[in-house]
């Protein structure tokens, strides 16, 4: 095995307090003969106290620019920011969730860094993405709650409690795309007693779906099945994903126009561009906005809102990953686990990854290389 200097920069998008690697972690990378760099305060927004990565025997620096320059290794929660692609050089892989084909600029920015850039929501191993799929549970399940928050009167809802009273119906709840976070949005939706239907193409799927979620509807998704529903609609939750592809524009505006003022819409896509033609990125200080009277919920990083759970969840899939990468570097590790090829998305200067060169119209080179 190499030896490896991992770096765990603190986070610096807006409002995100998750951390990429535990003090646990740490020691155990530690014991296997690496060096761990982390930034001061990078835990703190999870409950995780520089001393608890002292204890485990990591070095801690002042600033994001220490731990570029000392690490081989990059750890991250989030897509680099600015000020982080200035500290990237060919030397560094970088390990985060990418999105890439929300943003061209930033697409362009990574290869010219000329690092190598593995996101988390491209590695699939048999048919599943295991490294997304726990906060896509933590974004499903929180859209619900943020959802019925917003149906509130104070929140310029429309005064809806989705679960109803006894002598009231229950709100309606639309969720488009039967996937991991749709699951777990209908299941907490159905959990407060509130009419979900899901939508989905794949007939498979709707029949898993109507067996195990017996109290939630399953209807074929088209436009017209769309349409008829949302006269009718409380809550609706954009939950469709093309593995590193930009999310399809399912919901336009014209839409939004039938529906009920006071309204709310959910997009769970919104990394991955979203999935109606109205939404645009918010933050978890500012995380609505109104377009044709739909509430429109749209932030960025939702689970970044629970980052201790969320935190835990995401280092439980991603920490096997990281110790595969620093003791066997890239072409070892997927030696190891062939799935780290598909997580590729830059290499070498060249973009690596065909959903993300559909999405801008670049040009990728499938080796990375």
Same mark, same amino acid.
């Given at each position: 095995m190499q030896t490896t200097t991992v770096g765990v920069p603190k986070e610096i998008k807006e409002s995100e307090n998750r951390v990429a690697l535990l003090p646990s972690a740490a020691y155990v990378l530690i014991g296997h003969g690496h060096k761990v760099v982390v930034q001061r305060g990078a835990g703190a927004g999870a409950s995780y106290l520089d001393k608890e990565y002292e204890d485990a025997?990591? /070095? #801690? $620096? *002042?600033? %994001?620019? /220490? $731990?570029?320059?000392k690490a081989d290794l990059i750890v991250k929660v989030k897509e680099p920011q600015p000020s982080e692609i200035e500290l990237l050089e060919p030397r560094h892989t970088l390990f985060t969730y990418l999105h890439l084909a929300a943003s061209k600029e930033l697409t362009e920015s990574l290869v010219a860094t000329g690092c190598t850039a593995i996101a988390y929501e491209t590695i699939e191993v048999n048919g599943r993405l295991p490294l997304l799929e726990p906060m896509s549970e933590i974004a499903g399940r929180m859209s619900v709650v943020v959802g019925a928050y917003h149906l509130a009167n104070h929140r310029g809802g429309r005064g809806i409690l989705l679960g109803g009273v006894p002598g009231v119906l229950p709100g309606k709840v639309v969720v488009i795309g039967g996937g991991t976070a749709g699951v777990n949005a209908a299941r907490v939706a159905t959990g407060i007693g509130a009419d979900v239907t899901i939508l989905e193409v794949d007939l498979e799927r709707m029949r898993f779906l109507d067996i195990t979620m017996q109290t939630a509807h399953t209807l074929y998704s088209s436009a017209d099945s769309l349409m008829q529903q949302l006269p009718r609609v409380d809550l609706i939750i954009g939950a469709v994903l093309v593995p590193g592809a930009k999310a399809p524009k399912l919901i336009t505006r014209e839409m939004l126009k039938i529906m009920q003022p006071g309204s709310v819409l959910v997009d769970i896509a919104v990394d991955q561009g979203g999935c109606a033609e109205t939404t645009r990125p918010t933050t978890h200080c500012e995380p609505t906005y109104v377009e044709e009277g739909v509430i429109h919920y749209c932030v960025a990083?939702?689970?970044? %809102?629970? %980052?201790?759970?969320?935190?835990?969840? #995401?280092?439980? $899939?991603?920490?096997?990953? $990281? /110790?595969? #990468?620093? *003791?066997?570097?890239l072409e070892g590790a997927i030696g190891k686990q062939p799935a780290l090829r598909g997580g590729i998305n830059v290499r070498g200067g060249e973009l690596a990854c065909e959903a993300v060169a559909q999405a801008h119209g670049m040009e990728h080179s499938p080796q990375g290389v």
């Open positions: 025997g990591a /070095e #801690l $620096v *002042d600033s %994001a620019a /220490e $731990v570029f320059g990083n939702m689970p970044g %809102a629970y %980052a201790r759970t969320a935190t835990q969840a #995401l280092t439980n $899939v991603t920490h096997r990953y $990281v /110790e595969l #990468l620093a *003791d066997y570097g």
